[in-house]
Structures are given as structure tokens and as C-alpha cells.
């Protein structure tokens, strides 16, 4: 499969994510450096967006591969870009709702679809298994009980 196969989402997903992937890994050095290291010792805020860039440079790395390597549509790293707000990276998010976006397309679907090798056959169902037949003896006829009619229902009670 060559990059002209590649539906134009799919690049626009992998080039956004590379980019993104590099963002955050700015982005959280910045914070520590911004900090002198002390967001480090109090609360390990700037750990996220640099564990997450390495993340997505990772993943775009194989969405941009040529030939391609079979990889799932990651929408755990979607996720974790539109959890990055909370880091104060408004870039990550709005790149992590496009990519949600992108990866409901039909044509990014059947592309990962061909991608994996995940053509599904029609699925054979196995034959009913029937009980043998039994053989038919004739019984003898049990008296008619008379049937007992059933007792008159109650009426639900009326509430005022």
C-alpha cells in the first residue's frame, strides 16, 4: 500500500498528531523550565504532556511509514489530547476532537479496515443438530379433569 492509497484524513491525522506530538513535548519542558523544576516536586503536571507527545510522534511515525504498518485507529491518544486542556494545552484538545472526528469517517475506517486485514467473511452458521425421531406409541387418554375457572381479579384501589 503506498502513501497514494492513503485517504487524505488519515494523513491529515497522522501529520496533526506528529505535530501535536511535538507540541506537547515543548510544551511540558517549557513547564518545567518555567517552573525551575518545582512543578516537578509539588504536583508532576509537566509529566503528561511529554509522556503523551512521545506517544503520538510514536503513532504518527507508523501512520506515516511507507509501506504502512497495521496499526488500530488510536482513539485513547484522541482521548488523551482533549484531556491535555487540562494541562493548558487548548492546541492538544482541538487536535484531539478533530482526530475523533476524522477516525468516524467511512473512508478512514475501511482504510484501517484494509489496513489490518480485517476482511470479514460472511459468517457460516452451523447446521441445527435435530433430536431423533421418536417413536410414536399410542398412549392412553387420561380422563378430562374439569377445569377450575380462576378467581375473580381484584380491582387496583382508587387513591384520591
Do not use: H
Not at 82 to 105: E, K, P, Q
Not at 123 to 140: C, G, H, K, W
Amino acid at each position: 500500500m503506498n502513501t497514494q492509497n492513503k485517504p487524505s484524513l488519515v494523513m491529515a491525522i497522522a501529520l496533526m498528531t506528529l505535530v501535536n506530538g511535538i507540541f506537547n513535548l515543548i510544551w511540558g519542558v517549557s513547564l518545567i523550565g518555567g517552573t525551575f523544576g518545582l512543578s516537578l516536586l509539588c504536583f508532576p503536571v509537566p509529566l503528561f504532556p511529554i509522556i503523551l507527545g512521545g506517544f503520538e510522534i510514536a503513532y504518527a511515525i507508523k501512520l506515516l511509514d511507507n509501506p504502512p504498518q497495521p496499526v488500530q485507529p488510536s482513539q485513547a491518544i484522541a482521548i488523551l489530547e482533549i484531556v491535555a486542556v487540562l494541562v493548558g494545552n487548548v492546541f492538544s484538545m482541538v487536535v484531539g476532537i478533530l482526530a475523533l472526528i476524522f477516525y468516524n469517517d467511512s473512508a478512514v475506517k475501511d482504510y484501517f479496515a484494509r489496513l489490518n486485514g480485517m476482511q470479514t467473511p460472511p459468517r457460516a452458521y452451523p447446521a441445527p443438530v435435530l433430536p431423533p425421531p421418536a417413536e410414536s406409541t399410542p398412549e392412553p387418554s387420561a380422563p378430562a379433569s374439569p377445569v377450575e375457572p380462576d378467581a375473580p381479579k381484584r380491582r387496583p384501589r382508587k387513591v384520591a
